[in-house]
């Protein structure tokens, strides 16, 4: 399948060339990353594909292809710069823990698995549709994402990235828009939830790895909200990249 969303994507859109320096440098703390994941027991034939888009979008694909937009490496820069982040790799290698901690926990899979219920259910008509969709599905992609953020702290200390950077993006940056019905409906859990559960995994970890605690980096985790209901923000560092074959 990852085949197919690599002729895909580069049917679709303009891919940087991989000799580049910015596609050899994210290729190479991917691998870096896919490295972790293999101590996992995670083994895919794993292929970077940076393309040319503003989004800052970054998606793994069954099959181990991990897509990256120029617009989210741009705005990571930014970030860095604003002292978000200590370095570049913190900031990239979170994107890139959290997205293939989906592929560490066979999130992709668990998805297609799931579709051909929601198919069933919607033949039912609309009630059942949107049972399918607020009671089932998202949830369950909620869920999947909590578990994602979670391996990426993980992923973070196996690299040798900073364990606090998840906590750091969530608690900097607004990465989800739920719209009108707030949580509810959101396929993300809000950035408090977020940022407390990178936070609480990083203690977990550092005492794993024995890895000392930064103080002077580390700001007290926000308790979380609930059902927050957030206006678009000035950052969304995950969308769909190719929407009609992710899950
Ligand atoms: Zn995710």
Known sequence: MGVLF????????????????????????AMRV???????GVHYPWKVIIVKSDDHSAECFPGGVIVVCTGLVMHLGELVAAGVFDSMDDALGTIL???????????????????????????YGRPWELFSTFALALPYKRQQEREADIISVHLMALC??????????FLNVRTT????????AA????????????????D??????????????????????????????????ETRVVSETAN
């Open 204 to 237: 977990i970890v550092r005492e794993k790895y024995g890895i000392p605690r930064n103080d002077s980096s580390m700001p007290a985790p926000p308790e979380p909200q609930e059902d927050r209901v957030l206006s678009p923000g000035p950052a969304q560092t």
């Open 177 to 184: 828009s739920t719209g009108a019905l707030g949580s509810f």
């Open 97 to 123: 823990c959290h997205e293939i901690a989906h592929a560490v926990a066979r999130h992709q899979v668990e998805g297609l698995a799931l579709q051909p219920w929601a198919l069933m259910l919607e033949k």
């Open 6 to 29: 690599e002729k895909h994507t580069l049917a679709n859109y303009d891919v940087v060339p991989s000799e580049t320096p910015l596609a050899r440098r994210v290729a190479q703390l």
């Open 160 to 169: 040798g990235l900073d364990i606090e950077a998840p906590m750091k993006l």
């Open 187 to 202: 396929t993300h859990p809000s950035d408090s939830e977020r940022a407390l559960t990178c936070a609480r995994t990083a």
């Open 34 to 40: 896919a490295g972790a994941a293999e101590k996992l």
